[in-house]
Each structure stands twice: as structure tokens, then as C-alpha cells.
């Protein structure tokens, strides 16, 4: 077999959904940690992607606030209390990934006495379009 038909098999085979082969050849494999259909994402002719770090020392929490599109977190270490208008809280743990839908007021929390909480954030927008809004 040719080095471009097996090359073109592994690729394939990654995507497609063919995980012993990929294995077999020593590729890696990504794996699914949240899958979540949203609505309100930007709709113009270009979007801004921004990923963002942030860390929450023990008992640190956000400002009360929204966000114009949708924000998907991934939480690296510790524990994130999710509070959304209307909703009863929700915890997030390490290896866990949400999406906070937009125009929704929320807080969140590290509600931890002694650990620090770790999360990165995903937001695509409008280009230049604030990452959240404060609520006074």
C-alpha cells in the first residue's frame, strides 16, 4: 500500500470512527466531554474566538452578570457552583465541561474552604463584543 492510501486510511479511520485502527497505528484519540446543541451563537460574517483561563481561590465568586452567546467552560481542577436566573445551582466538577446559555443572569462560585478552582473558558462571538456584561 502506498504511504498517501495508508495515510488517507489513518485520517479516515480517526474521524470515522475506527478506533483500532487508529490505536493501532500509535494516533490519538480525542474524547467526547461535552456535546451540547446551543442557540444564539453569532450569526455575521466572521466570529472572534477567545479561550480563557481563570482561577478561583477559595471562596472566590464572579460578579452577577450575562453574557451576549453562549459560554462553554471546562473545569480543570476543583468544584464550580453555577447559579442561572431561575435554575436551581448547579455543581461542575474537575474533567466536566457546561455550556452557560446567553442572556441568562448568573453567578458562580468556588465554594470550597481550602482548594483552588481552575476552569477554561470558550466563547465565540461577534468580534469585539465584551466577554460578559455586569449587572448593577
Partial sequence: MNMSIRSDLLFAALFIGVPS????QGTA????ILKEVVSGMPKGERQEV???????KPGDKT???THRFPVTVFILDG?????????????V????AFVEPPNVRMTGY??????TL????FYTSDPDTPFLDPIQ
Wanted: charge should be positive.
Fill in 21 to 24: 485502527m487508529a490505536q493501532a
Fill in 29 to 32: 484519540r480525542p474524547d467526547m
Fill in 50 to 56: 477567545r479561550v480563557l483561563t481563570a482561577s478561583f
Fill in 63 to 65: 460578579v452577577i452578570h
Fill in 79 to 91: 468544584a464550580f457552583t453555577l447559579e442561572l436566573e431561575g435554575r436551581a445551582p448547579v455543581v
Fill in 93 to 96: 466538577k474537575a474533567g466536566q
Fill in 110 to 115: 468556588n465554594r470550597s474552604s481550602t482548594e
Fill in 118 to 121: 481552575r476552569v477554561v473558558i
